[in-house]
């Protein structure tokens, strides 16, 4: 059973930084892609980045290109979310998901995903 675990949510001012982390335990088998959604109250759960295992790739929604970044480290098996110039509308609960399927279809829907993590809460404020 794959059990992620992320890591690093809190409270900032706008304009600062986070960085999320999280770690998939529990699969020998590296996840061919590793995402970050995320759901603000009263909103439907959405995609903000992915990256894929190889070749190496990186996937971002349009209004956090520029500001966030994503990154794997294959060897720990972990993803990490660098969010830069954070806004208050970047307020949300963040999703880690991990998908282990190589015939993955699109990797901005959630379905795609097999394995999600718990959450962790993301408030920046004005």
């Known amino acids: 059973q794959v059990v992620l675990v992320e890591s690093g949510g809190g409270l900032v001012q706008a304009g600062g930084s986070l960085t999320l982390s999280c770690a998939a335990t529990?699969?020998?088998?590296?996840?061919?892609?590793m995402a970050w959604f995320r759901q603000a109250p009263g909103k439907e759960r959405e995609f903000v980045a992915a990256a894929d295992e190889s070749p190496i790739r990186t996937y971002y929604e349009d209004a956090v290109k520029g500001r966030f970044i994503i990154s794997r480290d294959i060897a720990k098996n972990t993803v990490d979310l660098q969010m830069n110039g954070l806004k208050p509308e970047d307020t949300a609960v963040y999703y880690c998901a991990a998908n282990y399927n190589p015939l993955l279809v699109d990797r901005r829907k959630m379905a795609t995903y097999e394995y999600w993590g718990q959450g962790t809460q993301v408030t920046v404020s004005s």
């Open positions: 529990g699969r020998i088998f590296k996840p061919e892609t």
